[in-house]
C-alpha cells in the first residue's frame, strides 16, 4: 500500500516557541492531506483538510492562526503548531488520500509532541 | 451534528473468545464507513463498507454494514493476544475523504 511519512515522530519544546511537523506521500501524490489530533485514551479528531495550492479547511473549534497549514506540493503538507501551549501537547497525525486506483486514505506515523 | 458511536468502549477477553465491537452513525453525506486497528501509532486500516449486507472477511475478522439501521459490527474470532488494540470505527461524510472517528473500542485480549 502506499506511504505516508511523518517528521519528526517526536518532539519536546518549550511553551511560547513554534514547531513545524511535516507529512510527505513518498510513493503518490495527494491533492488532500488531513490533520488530525489524538489526546491521549481519546479518538482522532480532524483539525483541517489541507489541500495543494490552496488555504486549509479548518474545523470548528480548531483556531487557524495557531495551527498554520500549508500544502505546498502534491507530496508534502506541514502543520505548524504556533506559540505551543502545554494543552497542545498531543498526537498529531496526518493523512494523505490518494485517487488511484480509488479514494483511499493512507495514515502517518504520527508525532507525538511535548510541551513544557 | 454529524456522529460516530462505539460500543463497548473496552473489553477484556481470553485467547480464544470471539467478540463483537459495534458501531452506530448519524452523518449526513454517508459514504462509506471504515474499520481501523491503532496499536501504540497511527490506525491501519482494516475494512472499508460502502454497501449494506454484504460481509468482508480478512481472516479472523470480518465486518457488515447495515445501512438502514445506521450501523456496522466488527468480528474477531479465535482471539489472539496480539489482536490487543484500539479498534477505531470511522465515516466518510461527504465527498473529499473527511472521516469522523467514533471514541474507539480498547480490546486486550489475556493468555
Known amino acids: 500500500g502506499a506511504v505516508v511519512s511523518q517528521h519528526p515522530s517526536w518532539v519536546i519544546c518549550k511553551s511560547g516557541t513554534s514547531v513545524k511537523i511535516e507529512c510527505r506521500s513518498l510513493d503518490f501524490q495527494a491533492t488532500t492531506m488531513f490533520w488530525y489530533r489524538q489526546f491521549p485514551k481519546q479518538s482522532l479528531m480532524l483539525m483541517a483538510t489541507s489541500n495543494e495550492g490552496s488555504k486549509a479547511t479548518y474545523e470548528q473549534g480548531v483556531e487557524k492562526d495557531k495551527f498554520l497549514i500549508n500544502h505546498a506540493s502534491l507530496t508534502l503538507s506541514t502543520l505548524t503548531v504556533t506559540s505551543a501551549h502545554p494543552e497542545d501537547s498531543s498526537f498529531y497525525i496526518c493523512s494523505a488520500l490518494t485517487s488511484s486506483p480509488g479514494y483511499e486514505q493512507y495514515f502517518g506515523p504520527g508525532t507525538r509532541l511535548t510541551v513544557t | 451534528e454529524d456522529k460516530v458511536v462505539q460500543s463497548p468502549l473496552s473489553l477484556v477477553v481470553h485467547e480464544g473468545d470471539t467478540v463483537t465491537l459495534n458501531c452506530s452513525y448519524e452523518?449526513?453525506?454517508?459514504?462509506?464507513l471504515l474499520w481501523y486497528k491503532q496499536e501504540k501509532k497511527a490506525p491501519t486500516f482494516l475494512f472499508m463498507l460502502?454497501?449494506?449486507?454484504i460481509e468482508k472477511k480478512s481472516g479472523r475478522l470480518s465486518s457488515i454494514l447495515d445501512k438502514k439501521e445506521l450501523f456496522s459490527i466488527l468480528n474477531i474470532t479465535a482471539t489472539q493476544t496480539g489482536d490487543s488494540a484500539v479498534y477505531l470505527c470511522?465515516?466518510?461524510?461527504?465527498?473529499?475523504?473527511?472521516?469522523?472517528f467514533g471514541q474507539g473500542t480498547e480490546l486486550s485480549v489475556k493468555p
Open positions: 452523518v449526513t453525506n454517508f459514504r462509506s
Open positions: 460502502t454497501s449494506s449486507g
Open positions: 470511522a465515516v466518510e461524510a461527504g465527498p473529499g475523504g473527511k472521516l469522523i
